[in-house]
């Protein structure tokens, strides 16, 4: 292996934080929401979202509840939440719940019976977000999805309770719910402020007409002061969840640090990738994982550094501090462009990461002499390991040339050294595909510069001085085997060649090996071969009989006096001699 497994590939923030997942319920399902039919009240199609959806989410994460035939309850407990796809689904079963009883809602005014299943989908949907609440109330969750579970439980009961009219219970979770999403607010910043202040300005009506059903003024006081009190089992720690909200997003999402540089961090999904990526670089989980494991969750990543990636540079065409500036023009760059050569250096360390691993899952199959006969076929090839080095120096090659990083001395010899090692391992293993090749000489060249890269980046690359050390011996003993498999092959062939070199002489006839003096007892047999007959054909030149240069040299005479004019009339009359001439054509 090249890079340890807990290796840093990337630079990050200096801040110790847990391990957490993150889950904006408020902005998934608005998003969702508005995408898929409740711009136009149309709920039948919201319900149709979430139930694909929700088949999707299930056959991803490989959690399906049985096949056509039979079925086999599976629902997201703790022991299966790896990240926030598993959230996703409570989430999903909620909102189809919803939506279902909010059609039937639009239904009832005709059918009043349908009322009895509109209540019935409700209490459905608060189960499944009492479900997404216990599974974000866990340590693998955050402050901001915790205070989220939190206010999206209280505004369905909130829900359910203004259908079935008990005003009181009604206003409470209302309230609960308003209150959540005002300190969520004042936690975040301007950009993520919108969604929340819109969810409270929905909640304002349906707050005055319990407040009008309660009708008695103390009542509304009482529920009216929940707002200010912190009590009950739905607010507890609500303040330190709050405080956390608000450091995590200023300390990580507000801006970043690299290389030196300090800049802002706008686009909202670039905030969230850079979070991730920190907790992928700092889990413990991810480091103990199986190889394959580890290939699969960076695979995953890598997708979503590629949208954070589009984003930023989308917000860097709106911004007019970047216009004009680039590293080629001799100016500074803008903050946005940092951001995109910080998103683009991620995304090529952790596909050096992933490249690596595959690199160790192959060394595996390599080394394994247990392989059956069957599976022999289907064993990695050096080939194989020579592809991946070379995708492993692309990428190095384009840290180099990263906008901004031209005039860092210490990051371009970092990475020209990491160039050499790499360099040696790939050209380790083109002299073994040579030496499969039984092309000795060749692969003894390749050993020979796979040590000179290796020994150059030994003690330059720290991390991998371990890996180059294993792989100088291992360079040492394959050379001299090369060289001694180069030296009996030419010691071999050397008695074969000459048994072929008579045999072929003696096929050739006398007359063309005169210059030659060997005794050739086949001369004096009855059919000796001196020369053959009939000889070959070959090709003559062809010669002409005679050269016609005097053609050129004649002048042939003149035969004007030949010509028979006397039948021609000298001034010839009438309308076509008038014509000729006129336009350019004929005899003037």
Known sequence: MEVSENEKPVDSIDVSVTPSLTLEILKVIKDAQQQHGLRHSDYQRYRGYCTRRIRRLRKVLHILQGDKRNFKRRDVTEEKLKDERYLLIPLMLAERA?????????????????????????????????????????????????????????????????????WKPAMENLNKAKMVYEKLQSALSEEEQVVYKQRCDELAPSLRYCAYNIGDQSAMDDLLSLRNQAHGELLDNLDTLVAQTRDRRTEVLSETTWRGRTFPVRPERVRLFLLADRDLTTNQDVAEASIADRIEQLERHLMDCKDALAAARDELKNDPASKGK??????????????????????????????????????????????????????????????????????????????????????????????????????????????????????????QRAESYARAAQTSVAEMHTALTQLIEEVDGARYSSLAHAVLEDDSSEQPAQAATSKAKKKIPLVDRLEEYREDPALTTKQPNVIKLPPDMQPVPCKPLFFDLALNLVKYPSLEDKLDTTGKKANPAGLTSFVKGLWGWGNK
């Open 326 to 447: 680039s590293s080629s023009s001799g100016g500074p760059l803008s903050p946005l462009q940092y951001l995109v050569s910080y998103i683009t250096y991620i995304r090529l360390s952790r596909n050096i990461q992933r490249n690596n691993l595959m690199v160790q899952a192959a060394k595996t199959s390599l080394s394994d002499k247990a392989a059956s006969a069957e599976t022999e076929g289907r064993k990695t090839r050096p080939q194989d390991l020579t592809r991946l080095y070379e995708i492993i120096l692309q990428n190095l090659t384009e840290m180099q040339q990263l906008p901004g990083m031209e005039e860092d001395q210490e990051y371009q010899r970092e990475i020209e050294a990491k160039i050499q090692a790499y360099k040696a391992f790939r050209c380790f293993y083109i002299a073994e595909v040579l030496s499969g090749m039984r092309r000795w000489r060749e692969a003894g060249s390749m050993y």
């Open 98 to 166: 919803w939506s279902h009883a909010m059609q039937l809602r639009q239904e009832a005014n005709t059918e009043p019976r349908k009322r009895f299943r509109l209540v019935h989908r409700l209490r459905k949907a608060t189960v499944y977000a009492l479900q997404l609440q216990k599974l974000c109330e866990t340590d693998k969750c955050d402050a901001r999805t915790k205070l989220e579970a939190q206010a999206y439980v209280a505004w369905i009961h909130g829900s359910l309770h203004f259908e079935l009219q008990m």
